[in-house]
């Protein structure tokens, strides 16, 4: 196997989801899902796993919609998709079809290529297109996967408006809800969840996803996380005495994060040295160093101001600041402590909120940071620490903190 960071990976080539893919598969049987992890746990690369092996009779529609800026742009991807598979049986979406010429006064033949004018249509559009999939699907289920849906909403939302984009997410529960066989399964790496709190800003109240399972990919256990590495290893062809440990250590040293198994491989193997503990551990402090930002490390600082807003950062940056250099996890009482002993009011209005009392703001905000992967709560001792180190180390570095 070679090493391919942030490259398309064939299936065969993916470690270690057997077992999520069938978990997945399992909970399609009853509910629709949204799938959540940091960006780079792979994702998309299991959704590939989930096409290699489709049940019988359910049939994965996978369809990357990142650059979608429109509900009708999203609409006729979805109906194509749907003309692509039924045609396989001969069945075509034929009341859509007729809605569309009877909207825009013109047949569609060929490809399912809306007209122009039928853009104010797009929900009675979709709802046409998802009855048609039902009345001709016979046995057969087709399961929706949208890789980076949340990307989506938030670009519609951008350029659409609010109303378009919390509307789209609406239809979509509601066709869940109509149609009961009806399962789609959103990817996406930015938080719905933020999506969502910018809709609930400009009046949208729903929450269009409370019916869909959450489901969490996290990084892979930690055999196969070694096991990957030793196929990536072996597969490069790097002179190393013992793969086993060798692997135990890259393993370790990336969180068992396959994106960052991939790149430790690939920078020793064009480095040409012998595969020590120590050669690994240089490795991945020096991605961790460089300015070049190899393993774009950057995002997990870039992306505050849009997630969290100016009037929030402040108070963010001072939280993650503190929990990245204490060894344990950090008490809720010894984070507000540290606030305020640090923090000017002035900072923000926010800050000033939570100095003078606004415990509960504090909680959400914690809140928000665990669901967007940079902390998780612990019980014993109780508190907060970073979700995986290889970030908190980067933090540090990046933010001249003394572990
Ligand atoms: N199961 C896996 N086995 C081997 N490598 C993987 C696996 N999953 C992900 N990768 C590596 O991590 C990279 C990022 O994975 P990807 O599926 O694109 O993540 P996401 O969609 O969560 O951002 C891939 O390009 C590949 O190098
Ligand atoms: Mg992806």
Not at 188 to 194: A, D, N, Q, R
Not at 213 to 222: G, I, K, M, Q, R
Not at 366 to 374: I, M, Q
């Amino acid at each position: 196997m070679k090493t391919n960071p942030g490259g398309e990976i064939d299936p065969q080539d993916a470690v270690g989801r057997g077992e999520t893919v069938k978990l997945l598969w399992q909970h399609l049987e009853q509910q629709s899902i949204n799938m959540v992890s940091e960006r780079r746990i792979g994702k998309s690369t299991t959704v590939k796993c989930m096409l290699d092996s489709q049940p019988n009779q359910r049939v994965l529609i996978v369809r990357d919609v990142e650059g979608i800026s429109t509900p009708l742009e999203f609409v006729e991807r979805v109906a194509q998709d749907i003309e692509a598979h039924l045609s396989k049986t001969k069945k075509y979406l034929t009341k859509s079809r007729q809605l569309l010429a009877h909207l825009s006064g013109t047949e569609v033949a060929g490809l399912l290529k809306f007209p122009p004018g039928v853009a104010r249509e797009w929900k009675s559009i979709l709802e046409k297109v998802t009855e048609d999939l039902i009345d001709q699907q016979g046995e057969t289920r087709y399961i929706f996967a949208w890789d980076e849906l949340p990307m989506m909403i938030d670009k519609i939302s951008r350029k659409c408006g609010t109303t378009d984009a919390a509307d789209l997410l609406d239809l979509l529960r509601h066709l869940r809800q109509t149609h009961p066989r009806l399962r789609m399964l959103y990817c996406g790496s930015i938080g719905l969840h933020h999506v969502q709190t910018k809709l609930k800003q400009a009046g949208h109240i729903n929450d269009a996803c409370n019916d869909m399972l959450t489901f969490e990919l996290t990084p892979l256990t930690n055999s196969d996380a070694k096991h990957l590495a030793c196929e990536l290893i072996a597969g490069e062809n790097i002179n190393c005495l013992e793969p086993q440990a060798i692997a135990a250590c890259i393993a370790k040293e990336t969180d068992q994060i396959p994106f960052y198994i991939h790149h430790v491989i690939r920078s020793i193997k064009l480095n040409g040295q012998t595969l020590t503990n120590q050669l690994v551990s240089n490795t991945v402090q020096n991605a961790l160093e460089q300015a070049q930002d190899p393993w774009h490390l950057q995002h997990y600082r870039e992306r505050l101001p849009s997630y969290y807003n100016n009037d929030r950062l402040p108070i963010v940056l001072n939280i993650l600041d503190n929990i990245a250099t204490q060894e344990s996890p950090v008490h809720y009482q010894s984070i507000l402590k540290q606030i305020k002993s640090t923090m000017n009011p002035d900072a923000s209005d926010f800050t000033s909120k939570v100095i003078h009392g606004d415990e509960e703001a504090l909680r959400d905000l914690l809140n928000l940071l665990l669901k967007d992967h940079y902390l998780v709560k612990t019980s014993q001792p109780l508190g907060y620490q970073f979700k995986f180190s290889i970030i908190k180390r980067w933090w540090c570095i990046h933010r001249d903190l003394l572990q």
